[in-house]
Structures are given as C-alpha cells and as structure tokens.
C-alpha cells in the first residue's frame, strides 16, 4: 500500500489502488495474468522475509502483455532503513517506464511522511483496518492512526487518516455529527498545516465543509485541489464524483467517477456511484446491470443491494427490489439508512401499515441513539404526510445531518418542491434552485461525451437543471459567488494576504490604531496573533518568505528591509507607499510623490539599491503589481482624466490601458497564472465591488456585488489561483471574506419549473437553441427556442427524454436521438416541426447524431453490430441512406463522432 501511494505521487505514471490489487490471491494466481485483467503494462512482483529486524527482499517487474522480464533485484536490510529501499524500489519502476524522471516527479517520489517506523507500521495498520469498511474496522483504525500521530505528531498522513473515519463515522448510526464532524475538519487542517499539499487531507477537508457547514464552493474547490495533487488518488476522484452527482451535475459526476474507476477497477463503492450516475440520467437497465455485476464480485456489499433496490424500484419490477431490499437489511444489521429503503419500497408497493410499522421502529432507534433525521423523513415522504416529513428534515437542520444534501436528488422528496419550508430547507443547506455550484467556466458550446468503458453505454453530459444559460463576448458578467466570512472581530480586519502554504495573513486594529499582524488557516479557523520579531508592527513579505518590508511599532515614516527574523534590519530610501515585490524578490514596485497629490511608480532593485521612474507622468500613477513573470507591472492612473487600469513593461515601456470607464478603477492584482487581473471598481454602484479582467482587457467581469465597500490587495489570490480573498465593511467594520475566483454568472435564458432543460445547441446562425426537456414524468420533448423573439416552441412530445439534438449547416433540419421502448433511433425533422422522419431503423441502439460540414451526411454511433453492446461508428446520407460503418475497435468505445472542417 505504502508503494503504490508513493508511485502514484509522482503523477509520471498511473498506478492501481491498493483495493484494486487485493481482489486477487498473488499466492495462487499468475501476476502476468494479474496484470492483464487489470489493464496495466507492467506488475511489480515480489516477497520478502524478515528476521528480526533483518529484511530480506525480492522484487521484479513484468511485462503484462508477454511476461517478459524489465528488470529484476533483491534488497537486504534493516527494518529501520525500509523507506530508503521504498524509495530504491520506486526510482527503479519509474525510471524503467520513463525515460528521464523530472526533478518534481523525483521529488514527490522519494518524499517521506514520516521517518520513524514505528508511526509507519502503525499507520500501514490503520489502513488496513480502515480497508474492512466496519464500524469495527474504523474503531481499530482509529486507534493506529492514533497511535502513529502520538509517536509522530507531524506525520500528516495519519491525521488524514483520522479525518477519514471522523468524517465516515456520522454516516453510521449512533455517531452525531456535531461530535465527529468538527474533529475530522480538525484533523484534516491539522494535515493541511504540516503538508498543504497532501492529497488525502485536501479530501478530507472537502468532505468535512461539504457534509457539515455545507460549503459547496469550498467542498469543491478542496476536491480539485485532492485530484490535481493526487493524480492517481482514486478516492479523491470518487469524491468528487459523488459530490457533483448530488448537485446534479451528472456529466462533470461521470467524468470523475470513471476516472475513479479507472484507477480503482475494482472496486465495489466506485462501481455503485457510477451505476447512481447511470440511474438518475434515466438509463435503468445499465444502472441495474452494473450493480449486478458488482455484486458478482462482493455479493455481500450491502450498498450494492441497497442501490440496486431503487434501480429496481425505478425499472417498476418491485418484486426485485423487494429482494435486494431484504439483503440490504440483513446485511447492514438493520441500519436507518436500509431501513428507511424498506419504508419507501412499502409504501411504493401500497403496504402502507408495513411502511408505518418501520417508521414506528426508525422512531425508537432514534429515542436511543443518533440516527439520520433524513432517514425518517424519507418514509415520511413515501407515504406522503408532508407536515411531518417537513419537520423531520428541520430536525436535521439542527442536527447538521449530511444526508440533507441528497435531498433535492431524491424522487420521494420531490413533491415537496412547492413547499415554502422546503425551500428554506434546500436555501440553508445550500441546494436552492439555480444553484449550480459551478466553480468553472462553462461555454454553451455542444458538450464532450465520455463513454463507459464498463459495459459500452454512452454519457450523456447534463449541462444545466431547471436553467439554461447564455454567455456572450466582450464584458461577461460573473456569478457573484456566495463568499465565505473569514473573519467577524469587533477590530477592522483588511489587507489579506496568502503564504505560500495556504494560509492567509491579514492586518487587525482597533481604535487605538495599533496594528497587529494575524494569520488564519484558509477557511478562517485558527486565527492566531503573529509577533514576527521586536519592533515589527506589519509588513509585506517577499514571494519566497525569506525577507519583509516592514513598518516599526510608533514610526509610520520610514520603509525597513530585513530577513523574516528581523535580521540585517535597513532602512529604505523611499516613503510607505502602496508596493509590490517582483515574483523573484529581487524589485520593488513603489508610488511615491514627485510633487504633492502626483504620484509616480518606481522600480527599486535590492542588488543595486537604485530607483528607477518607470511612469514620468503628470498623471496620478498608483497601485502596483508585478505579472507573474516579472515582465509586466499593472497599475492604476488617472492619466487621461479618470482613474483606470493600466499595464506596462516592467520597464515603464508599452503602456497599454486595459478598462475604460467612468467609474473609479484600482489596486490591479494579477493572477498566479498571469491570465486574470483582478480589481477595485465602483462602476455599478457608488461602492467598491471587486471585479475580473482579462490582462488584454477583454471579458471583465462581477466578482463579488455588495451594497458596501470591497477591496483587493497584492497576495489576494490564493496561492492555486482558485479563490480571492478580499475585505469589506458589510458588517461595519473590515472583515476578511474569500470567493471562488473560478466562476462566471451567465444570465438565465430559459427556465422551466416543470422540466430538466437540457443539451442546448446553437443554429448555425445563432439565433435559434434547439433543446431537450426532460418532464417529470419522464417524458420527453424537442424545443427550440428563439432567442430574438424569446419564444419557445415544442417540435415534438416524445414518450422518453433521450435527444441530444443537433442542428443541419443550414439550420433546417434537426437531427436527434429517440428512444422508442428499448430501442434508440436517429430521427430528423424540420425546424417548423413537419416532415418527421426515422433514419437509422435498426435494432441496434443508435446514438448522437452529428451532420457533416456540407450536410449532406450524418455520423453517429451504433451497437447494431456488436456482439457485446459495443459502439462503433457509422455514417448515412442525410435522409437515412447508404448507411455502413466507418470506424469499429475492439474495446467497443467509440462514440460521439465530430467531422473535421473539410468534411473528409
């Protein structure tokens, strides 16, 4: 387990999860064989012996596909030095499958979480324990990582490995989550402190904000962070997966969760959430045969059964159900989560006493211990007593019950939609229509596809509920991101800041005037003084933490320049002004006035100890911020009669001005990535909002929208580029918020309470979206809507919601899927609604239609010849002739066809 965490740091190659490897007895079965059913070019085999604390190892590595050799080698040593051949062992697999091993990837590779093996056997142990999935496993567990943490108290994967089970343990019955909740965000800050860039804790923590404070915004971005720093992190995947499943995101829910499954074939949790995927798009009978597949391999996964039940549940065949549903029970021993499927599948099946005889039973359980309130709720709602369902999800409130985030997802609840309590249920828990929880840009283009590798059924990529969205060039306005408040002291608190280990700085006084220098964990737990040396009363220091330019406590007159301990203290020859350090430290960028009321900016360079003007100007010149690269200074100027933002060479050459407008524009600060600026403007209203701009001064954009003053500094941006940290007197006095710096507010365009409003695809001349509707009741219906007259019309009902439409290069016709009972077919009908025709007539399943650049032909994908279920491509004339196939490969994966501009 150790290895295969330590190789899939380096990101150079993709590694199988440790719950993938166990499936297989290595003693009985042949690893070439291993590695073959897991898809892999290479296994890694080997055992050792130990003596005492003498090991002896034997290690090599196969070639899947014919066995051959790659290289092969023994290790003997002492216990104590295990790491040092852990490290021996990965340099050698990678550097077999990679050329050359960058100087990052060496580094993630032979990276030690802790050097004492004692808290490494304690912490292997945990892990296993964690492994059973048990209440009992998690007790043992807990205890090892326990353990390890107390001979190892920096080793951040241990308390990673407590996050975990605190954040699993509420899911079971008779563990509060006001208890475990706060400890598993407790241990997972802890990790982030010691090692911000450990995978395991970024998940943890997401998981701890999403299921108890309900931040989405901040759950997500923790996710991004897990996958982007854990490459080959299954579990990170899974996460994510399920967290966009939930907001009902199913395409982003399916993209992670294969990627999940990828990595971790086998295993069972991977396999469940991809097959709830599958289930909530529609697509029954794949959901149904994936779990059963699942349950070959763990026939007494409880989960499985429990999802397979509703999938069941959803198909009509309750007698089925009813199967799964009792092994369900039996197997979790009678947990609340089970239990409330039997009273929903009771009162499905019109057994309505039986449904009221296990709600009597949830009820007692709930006198002796804590159980989920949302479980209760559920029967409640199958047998449709609103008030008390209503009330029972209130109770959850208080209770800060995680499984209040499924409940805009499940179908029971459904018929509360028009209750006002339950939509002050969904507002609190962060699920109010319209929210999508979309921390990325997202551009109304026709959306990438993915296939199932699994079984060959096609994704289909939701690109909004309930809403559609239109976007347009030039100035593109923002969501205004729900910000979290960092900060509610009596005293102002301003002037935030990120470190380098993603931490946040920021300046705090009071009425006195005296300033003290804070520090805060990103989500603004921890706040803690920081007396940095003798004298200091705030500064700003350089990217690399190693020097700071400071203020000393009774002399507001004078710059000093020292090392971050206050050493070789000396002061600089130029007054306190707005600044900014060269990403290198080795410039300041300063204001300073050449006459009273005229400021310029100077570049001072520490080696030479000379100020260079960089703006010799009449105009008001303030505000600046080195680019990324040190190339570029943006500032802000009242040079042409309004104060605006500007961007320069570094060295005051090629002065470009990036807004025009009224308003008053300052304080620019570049992203980390150099492809976005951020900055102060009150143009909306008579505050300061922060707002977004393209560094050539396209696409600005709304960040954050408030009837009082926000305002950007340089190091507002975290450290990732995903979020801005700001400060504002919404509340009287300066507090400290951060907003996801990643999403964009689209205007809404088409709404529909009645209907999931999908697959949106622009006439060629933009003027016209043809649609999908996915009714409530499962039907389904072509729209197409004008976008000039704002008028939507219905082309055709349709007895189930499965379209995908596309447009002809002319804009005449539209083509799109339809399912007909089990069978799908290519149909095309005109943009008036006549001459409906049924192109591809196979019985096969005929899928996602797209015209060729001429129009004359249409490309789609098909499992008509496909003895497995298959795709392959196909093409036929635009009227259903002449149809053959294209493209076929043996893993039966090819789907979603694009024709290149020329058509050939």
């Keep these: 387990d150790a290895l295969i965490t330590q190789l899939g740091r380096a990101g150079e190659i993709q590694v199988r999860a440790t719950s993938s490897i166990l499936k297989f007895n290595v003693l009985e079965q ?3 064989a291993v590695g073959r059913e897991l898809h892999v070019d290479a296994v890694l085999q080997g055992n050792f012996q130990r003596l005492e604390n003498k090991l002896r190892l034997t ?107 605190f954040n699993l343990l509420p899911v079971y019955d008779g563990f509060a989550p006001r208890e475990y909740f706060p400890k598993a965000k407790a241990a997972a800050l802890k990790a982030l402190v010691i090692d911000g860039n450990l995978a395991e804790a970024h998940s943890a923590l997401g998981l701890a904000i999403l299921h108890y404070d309900w931040n989405w915004e901040g759950a997500e971005v923790s996710f991004r962070n897990a996958v982007r720093l854990g490459p080959n992190y299954a579990a990170a995947y899974q996460l994510l997966g399920v967290y966009f499943l939930r907001g009902d995101r199913i395409g982003d829910a399916l993209i992670a969760l294969q990627k999940a499954r990828e990595l971790d074939p086998f295993s ?58 009792e092994r369900a029970v039996a197997l979790s021993n009678e947990n609340s989560l089970t239990l409330s499927l039997q009273g929903i599948l009771q009162a499905a099946m019109g057994t309505t006493s039986a449904a009221q005889q296990t ?3 949830l009820l007692r359980m ?69 929210k999508s929880h979309l921390l990325e840009e997202k551009s109304p283009r026709r959306p990438r596809w ?35 408040r960092l900060t509610s002291d009596p005293k102002q608190d301003n002037r935030p800041y990120w470190t380098n280990d993603g931490r946040i700085r920021f300046f705090r006084s009071g009425n006195d005037r005296q300033i003290e220098s804070w520090i805060m964990n990103a989500d603004g737990s921890n706040q803690t003084v920081v007396r940095d040396f003798e004298n200091f009363d705030h500064g700003i220091w350089s990217p690399d933490g190693t020097k700071v330019i400071f203020w000393k406590r009774g002399d507001k007159t004078t710059f000093y320049l020292a090392d971050a301990d206050g050493s070789d203290e000396i002061p600089l020859p130029f007054l306190p002004g707005n600044l900014d350090w060269s990403p290198d430290g080795r410039r300041i960028a300063y204001q300073k006035n050449v006459k009273v009321g005229d400021p310029d900016l100077f570049v001072y360079s520490l080696e030479t100890a000379a100020s260079v003007n960089v703006t010799n100007d009449p105009g008001f010149d303030a505000d600046p911020n080195f680019s990324p690269d040190g190339t570029q200074i ?100 300066d507090d400290i918020f951060v907003a996801s710096a990643e999403v964009v507010r689209p205007r809404i365009l088409v ?154």
């Design 366 to 434: 709930k006198k002796e211990k804590y159980i989920s309130s949302a479980n209760i709720a559920s029967v409640y709602a199958a047998l449709k007593n609103e008030a008390k369902a209503i009330e029972w999800l209130e109770t959850g409130l208080t209770e800060r019950d995680p499984n209040l985030t499924w409940i805009k997802f499940d179908a029971e609840f459904r018929f509360l939609k028009p209750n006002p309590r339950f939509q002050a249920i969904l507002q609190e828990v962060g699920l109010a229509e319209g």
């Design 751 to 904: 709404s529909d309470d009645a209907a999931n409003l999908q697959f949106p695809m622009f006439s060629p001349d933009g003027k016209r979206i043809a649609y999908q509707s996915d009714l409530l009741d499962k039907s389904g219906e072509l729209r197409l809507f004008d976008i000039e007259k704002n008028e939507t019309r219905v082309l055709l009902k349709m007895a189930n919601a499965d379209i995908a439409p596309v447009f002809s290069p002319d804009g005449q016709w539209i083509a799109f899927q339809n399912k007909i009972e089990s069978n799908t077919e290519i149909y095309r009908i005109r943009t008036d609604g006549k001459d409906l025709s049924n192109l591809s007539q196979n019985a096969g399943r005929d899928v996602y239609p797209m015209f060729s650049p001429d129009g004359e032909q249409i490309a789609f994908a098909s499992n008509r010849d496909d003895n497995y279920g298959g795709y392959n491509l196909y093409v036929m004339d635009a009227n259903g002739g002449s149809q053959r196939l294209i493209y076929s490969d043996k893993l039966g994966m090819s789907v979603e066809p694009a024709w290149s501009p020329d058509g050939r």
């Design 59 to 165: 290690v090599q590595m196969l070639r899947s596909r014919n066995g051959n050799s790659i290289w092969a080698d023994s290790f003997n040593a002492e216990i104590e030095d295990i790491f040092e051949v852990q490290d021996r062992i990965a340099e050698r697999v990678v550097g077999a499958l990679r050329e050359k091993l960058s100087d990052e990837a060496r580094a993630k590779l032979t990276k030690r979480d802790t050097e004492n093996v004692e808290a490494y056997q304690q912490y292997l142990e945990g892990r296993f324990f964690y492994s059973k999935r048990s209440t009992d496993g998690y007790d043992a567990a807990l205890k090892c990582f326990q353990k390890a943490i107390d001979i190892d108290p920096a080793y951040a994967l241990a308390h990673a490995g407590l996050a975990d089970i």
């Design 450 to 484: 993915q296939p199932l590798a699994a079984f060959g059924i096609l994704s289909l990529v939701i690109i909004s509920a309930l809403v559609f969205y239109l976007q347009r060039g030039g100035n593109v306005p923002s969501q205004l991101t729900p910000e979290l």
């Design 268 to 325: 069972p949790i991977n396999a469940v959430w991809l097959a709830e995927v599958l289930r909530h798009y529609g697509e029954t009978d794949a959901s149904i045969q994936l779990h059963l597949e699942t349950l070959g391999t763990f026939p007494d996964f409880f989960l499985a059964h429990y999802h397979l039940a509703f999938s069941y549940m959803d198909a009509g065949r309750l007698d089925e159900a009813e199967l799964h549903r």
């Design 359 to 361: 709600l009597e039973k």
């Design 634 to 733: 943006a500032f802000a100027s009242l040079r042409d009669g309004n104060a605006e933002i500007y961007l320069m060479n570094a060295d005051g050459g090629n002065v470009r001005r990036l807004t025009n407008h009224p308003a008053w524009d300052n304080h620019p600060v570049f992203s980390p990535d150099g492809t976005a600026i951020a900055f102060n403007s009150d143009r909306e209203d008579e505050n300061s909002d922060v707002y977004l701009i393209n560094p050539d001064g396209s696409g600005i954009r709304h960040l954050t929208d408030s009837t009082d003053n926000e305002s950007v500094e340089p190091g507002c941006w975290s450290p990732d580029g995903t979020r801005i940290t700001f400060y504002s007197d919404r509340f009287d006095n």
């Design 30 to 32: 042949d690893a070439v």
